[in-house]
């Protein structure tokens, strides 16, 4: 029975976590790469992936260095906070739809061989975006991201 217990524990716990979400090159943006299509990218047409599979944590409990309201766009199929006071901006145009997990997202704990830094929130659009280059990528309200707030270190495969 408890050996049943553990594997059932086991279980949940998997299922707390999605993979399938990458980088996009064109636009430095996280989005899901589970469907067919990539999505509608600000730098035009569908985003473009590379680098790690992000494996991301939903419908847990918020801690002290981890945050929820993460959600996917239904429209672009990109990661966006919804715990503000607007939708943020879609690159399909209006604010962002809000579809499946909470993701509740790892901030401010050191980066691991399997958890990447330098994830951040765009105050224009309400996107994830890498904030690890010289500029900051599109965003869909014109020009580039703008960090704000926390430092993202999201798991990865």
Not at 19 to 46: E, I, K, Q
Not at 76 to 83: E, K, L, S, T
Not at 106 to 127: L, Y
């Amino acid at each position: 029975m408890a050996g049943s217990a553990l594997s059932a524990q086991a279980d949940v716990h998997a299922q707390a976590n999605q993979s399938n979400w990458r980088f996009c090159t064109r636009c430095y943006g996280l989005f899901f790469y589970g469907f067919t299509g990539n999505g509608v990218c600000p730098a035009g047409g569908a985003h473009n992936m590379a680098g790690f599979n992000f494996n991301l944590p939903h419908d847990i409990p918020e801690t002290p260095t981890s945050q929820a309201n993460w959600r996917f766009c239904a429209k672009c199929y990109g990661m966006f906070w919804r715990g503000g006071s607007t939708d943020g901006a879609c690159p399909k145009g209006g604010g962002h739809d809000a579809a499946g997990f909470n993701f509740v997202l790892p901030h401010s704990v050191p980066e691991t061989p399997t958890a990447q830094r330098n994830w951040r929130f765009c105050d224009k659009c309400n996107g994830m975006f890498f904030w690890g280059f010289t500029d900051n990528g599109r965003c869909p309200t014109g020009a580039q991201h703008r960090a704000a707030g926390l430092n993202f270190v999201l798991p990865h495969f």
